[in-house]
Nanobody, 126 residues
Framework: EMQVVESGGGLVQAGGSLRLSCVAYGFNFDDYDIGWFRQAPGKEREEVACISRRTGTTYYGESVKGRFTISNDNAKNTVYLQMNSLKPEDTAVYYC???????????????????WGRGTQVTVSS
């Protein structure tokens, strides 16, 4: 079994915070670079953050820069997305994905990602 599972979504008021978790099963997350994607109703999927596991460099979409932080805990085979100062526009299903293709920027080709979680819903109320 090779699987990634997201958790931590929920309902939060604007200005609040959530921390999403992504846990890998059946493989070592530290062999992969990781991206967080989201898809809001009626909108295209977008990558909001990714991390190079080789260099530790992180990348963020302009809409979340300064508010979101991606990090990892190799001992727990887990990657996190800390989301602060949430806005209603952040409402979406958030997905974690892993790729063997080294990341070097935001907005990579989603087809490069090998494993995807099924998503966790984040809803931000006004």
């Amino acid at each position: 079994e090779m699987q990634v599972v997201e958790s931590g979504g929920g309902l939060v008021q604007a200005g609040g915070s959530l921390r999403l978790s992504c846990v890998a099963y059946g493989f070592n997350f530290d062999d992969y670079d990781i991206g967080w994607f989201r898809q809001a109703p009626g909108k295209e999927r977008e990558e909001v953050a990714c991390i190079s596991r080789r260099t530790g460099t992180t990348y963020y979409g302009e809409s979340v820069k300064g508010r979101f932080t991606i990090s990892n805990d190799n001992a727990k085979n887990t990657v996190y997305l800390q989301m602060n100062s949430l806005k209603p526009e952040d409402t979406a299903v958030y997905y974690c994905a892993a790729t063997l293709e080294p990341v070097s920027a935001i907005h990579p080709d989603a087809d490069d990602y090998d494993y995807w979680g099924r998503g966790t819903q984040v809803t931000v109320s006004s």
